[in-house]
């Protein structure tokens, strides 16, 4: 993978963002997104196939058919094959997958993809309507107002009733101070502006179930984010074709794909089971261990999935997710530095972007381009992955990646 | 009669207006609140919007709708239980577009008064007009079978006094919202020795549903809110008028209206609120108010020359405020009104010499908004007004003597039986005037 781009990620805590002033559109932002990316690969005539990541256009933005928009981002892109791809959250990851099938395939050699939502068209109390068409919609009826906030408030409740409250609430508001953290260092967070000073404090505020859901309160959550994100995926002959240095481009190692079914309640509240299984594959693929990763981006979109994650993953035993995040080892000083650039909680959650955005993240820690969030990438841990998750841990997708 | 059945058939007066509208906005909420309960899921519940103007009454079902939707947007998660047997309701959309139909399809615009003449409840609110109050109680009351109970919104006019002119027997009381009534969390509530007490019981209940609180002041012309606010305003006069002295009216004007702001630190200066409650408005007051009140004299030249000018205040049906004491734009204070000139003179013109006399502000000081949502608060002030103490200069000074005469105000509020008790007071000036402190506190 090569040639990474992140727009900003728009919403409530970026000083641009007004609800009530005109802002950046869909195509817009594939644009900003796609052309950047284009530009370092040498232009669109080095590109083979395009894929475009979008959750829900069709609804947040009333827009469809949107492998259309890769000629409008330069027209030396019109005839190319693109195609469109959705997987709920995570659509990123599916649209990495697919790029790199293609590669794999060698129909192409090079592959843009984009991410993209936007989703402050709507006020977020109907965003929850659009969201939850993540989730099975016979389920909606009997679901929460804020659909998947309640889903993962349930798996919280499950988890505090497992493990204990107090340790896991704390952990919850030490991710949330590490996300913001991270954040401050990357100028296209969404909360890159934040200032707040007692963090952690004001993530242990009592959740409000009149208002919102049981078991989290709103810094708990991931924000209502716009955003693209894009990345080029190409073979080595792809690399020569752009005259990209090997230093600059990172190798996918391990890819794993997962699926559970979606009319289907989680096997077990307190486990990510699904996230385990695409998690394994993908190491099995690279053939490596999680101690020789030096990064991981984790699909934080609530607190407790983080928590979750962390256990899914193998870092830390049932329960002890809360343990090994207030030991401090996900911070970016920790021992395995999560969510470099905050996460879907600081950095910003643009759905179908969002997996896209974990890569160029990667990319950029891997090939040092990542300038004031930049971790240490140990000699001896020159791997890094992602985990994308699609609604209540249904449709996963976990990437191994290699320094070049 | 239970709560909900009386609350069956309703009817405000001068639906249509600033306090109406909210009050009708209100109740058409606790109707549908009503409805929910499973054992009144039967009961109608009819709300007549009267007002005498059609295009008041549509522009009226327009707001409603609005607030409707916000009220079923801020509250989504109580309406999809509410709503939980409705199979056909499952996006929130469409259960908030369900309840605002709910909600409106509880009123009845109506022009004409024969409709009141159903109702168990008429909420009163149309101008302040004394005469006119009692002509339309009388006659729905005379033509009405139910004995129905009145609940006026009189900020100003005494309830006893209501009651004998309109022949109520008894059946009137005095529930006095504050501007705009959907937003603001406070009411006034006011019983003569001859209410009914079944009408306060209602009210408690009432009040409590839709989420406000209320004080009970004594049936004294003007009650807490408008007897503080009407010797805040006669003060400010005489202030103008000692400054006068060494500057232009002007001058004295905007220097009087900075102090009882920024020094005083509240949300708006003295004559910036005449301007917002409307200068007509506050001369109708104190008109109404004057019969009642033999030693004080409450009457203001400064207001009577506006309006003979033809300077009202008061607010654009946007919401948007009007020229009146101050001319204004996006809200803010460009220049003040000169009677003597016949127009206005730009703010930037005088202000820097008003500013150097008054000085600047002690250390510590914060503007309102800011202080206002600090959890500290308390502190802030502490610290403030001991600074203002301190101060030699004219601005702290004059701060100083208005605070004495705020809180001499408030002192005979309770004194001359207008509130019960000094916490009365102080929530009226926190929760109605939206002050940051009340007259009766620690600070000095």
């Known amino acids: 993978m090569v040639a990474g781009y992140n727009t900003i990620s728009m919403g409530t805590g970026r000083s641009e963002f007004h609800p009530k002033k005109s802002r950046p559109d869909l195509e817009d932002y594939i644009k900003e997104a796609g052309e950047n990316v284009l530009i370092q690969i040498g232009g669109a005539q080095n590109v083979d196939e395009c894929v475009i990541a979008n959750f829900i256009a069709s609804r947040y933005n009333k827009q469809a058919n949107l492998a259309a928009f890769f000629p409008y981002i330069d027209p030396g892109l019109t005839n190319k094959p693109c195609v469109r791809v959705e997987g709920a959250c995570a659509t990123g990851g599916l649209g990495l997958a697919t790029g790199i099938k293609s590669v794999l395939a060698e129909t192409a050699d090079v592959v843009l993809v984009v991410g993209v939502e936007v989703q402050n068209s709507v006020k977020a109390v109907y965003g929850a309507d659009i969201l939850s068409a993540a989730g099975w919609y016979k389920e909606r009826k009997d679901g929460h107002a804020h659909f998947f906030p309640g889903k993962f408030s349930d798996r919280a409740g499950a988890y505090f009733n497992a493990y204990g409250r107090e340790k896991t609430r704390q952990a919850m508001a030490r991710w949330y101070y590490n996300a913001i953290e991270n954040a401050r260092l990357c100028p296209t967070a969404q909360e890159f502006e934040n200032q707040q000073k007692k963090l952690e404090e004001l993530a242990l505020t009592e959740p409000n179930p009149r208002m919102f859901v049981d078991h989290l309160n709103v810094y708990d959550c991931s924000k209502v984010s716009d955003g693209a994100s894009a990345i080029a995926i190409v073979s080595d002959e792809g690399l020569k074709r752009c005259g990209i240095s090997k230093n600059d481009a990172i190798e996918v190692v391990g890819l794993g794909q997962a699926e559970y079914d979606l009319t289907r309640a989680p096997e077990d509240p307190v486990r990510l089971t699904t996230t385990e299984v695409a998690v394994k594959k993908a190491l099995d693929m690279a053939g490596i261990t999680r101690e020789q990763l030096a990064t991981v981006e984790c699909h934080d979109c609530f607190t407790i999935a983080a928590i979750m994650a962390i256990e899914a993953m193998g870092f830390a035993k049932p329960g002890e997710g809360s343990d090994f995040i207030l030991a401090g080892h996900t911070s970016r000083e920790g021992k395995i530095p999560f969510n470099t650039t905050g996460g879907l909680i600081g950095w910003g959650h643009p759905t179908g972007a969002t997996g896209v955005h974990q890569a160029v993240t990667i990319w950029e820690q891997l090939t040092e381009k990542a300038g004031n969030s930049q971790v240490k990438i140990p000699a001896d841990k020159p791997y890094a992955m992602t985990v994308n998750m699609g609604g209540d841990d249904k449709t996963l997708v976990s990437l191994v990646y290699k320094k070049c | ?444």
């Not at chain 2, 707001?63 to 079923?72: D, L, N, T």
């Not at chain 2, 309406?79 to 056909?88: T, V």
């Not at chain 2, 024969?114 to 008429?122: D, G, P, V, W």
């Not at chain 2, 049906?317 to 009677?339: C, H, L, M, N």
Request: glycine residues 6%; contains cysteine.
């Open chain 2, 1 to 444: 009669m239970k709560y909900e059945e009386k609350l069956e058939n309703v009817t405000v007066l001068g639906a249509a207006g600033k306090m109406g509208s909210g009050i009708l906005y209100l109740t058409a909420t606790e109707m549908v609140r009503q409805k929910f309960i499973p054992a009144n899921k039967n009961r109608e519940f009819v709300l007549y919007a009267m007002d005498t103007s059609h295009k008041a009454l549509t522009d009226l079902l327009t707001y409603i709708r609005e607030q409707a939707w916000k009220f079923a947007e801020k509250n989504i998660v109580n309406l999809r239980k509410a709503y939980q047997d409705r199979e056909d309701l499952i996006d929130n959309e469409q259960i908030i577009r369900q309840y605002a139909q709910d909600l409106l399809s509880t009123i009845r615009p109506v022009t004409r008064i024969e409709s009141a003449f159903e109702s168990n409840i008429i909420f009163e609110a149309i101008s302040e007009n004394p005469d006119l109050k009692v002509e339309l109680m009388s006659t729905i009351n005379k033509n009405n079978r139910n004995k129905p109970w009145f609940f006026t919104n009189t900020s100003a006019i005494p309830i006893s006094w209501l009651d004998e002119q309109a022949q109520l027997n008894g059946r009137i009381m005095g529930v006095h919202f504050y501007n705009p009534p959907a937003v603001q969390k406070l009411l006034e509530v006011v019983k003569t020795e001859n209410t009914r007490p079944e009408l306060s019981y209602f009210v408690a209940d009432y009040i409590k549903n839709i989420g406000k609180i209320f004080v009970p002041a004594y049936d004294v012309a003007g009650f807490i809110g408008n007897g503080y606010l009407m010797r805040d305003v006669l003060y400010a006069e005489k202030l103008v008028n000692k400054l006068q002295q060494d500057f232009s009216y002007v001058q004295s004007v905007y220097m009087v209206n900075k102090i009882s702001q920024d020094f005083l630190i509240r949300p708006m200066g003295i004559f910036q609120l005449a301007d917002y409650v409307g200068i007509d408005v506050v001369q109708f007051i104190m008109s109404v108010m004057k019969p009642h009140m033999s030693k004080e004299n409450f009457h203001s030249p400064l207001i009577d020359q506006h309006l003979h000018d033809i300077i009202k205040g008061g607010q654009h049906p946007d919401g948007s405020q009007k020229d009146g004491i101050f001319k204004y734009e996006k809200g803010q204070i460009t220049a003040v009104y000169d009677p003597g000139k016949k127009r206005y003179l730009p703010v930037s013109e005088f202000s820097q010499e008003c500013d150097e006399y008054l000085g600047e502000f002690p250390e510590g000081w914060q503007p309102w908004k800011k202080i206002n949502r600090n959890p500290e608060k308390g502190e802030l002030l502490k610290k403030y007004f001991e600074n203002l103490r301190l101060s030699k200069k004219p601005g702290a000074q004059l701060a100083l003597d208005y605070i004495k005469k705020f809180r001499e105000i408030a002192s005979d509020l309770v004194k001359n039986k207008v509130a019960f008790k000094f916490d009365d007071v102080n929530a009226v000036l926190i929760y109605g005037f939206h002050h940051a402190y009340g007259p009766v506190n620690d600070y000095l």
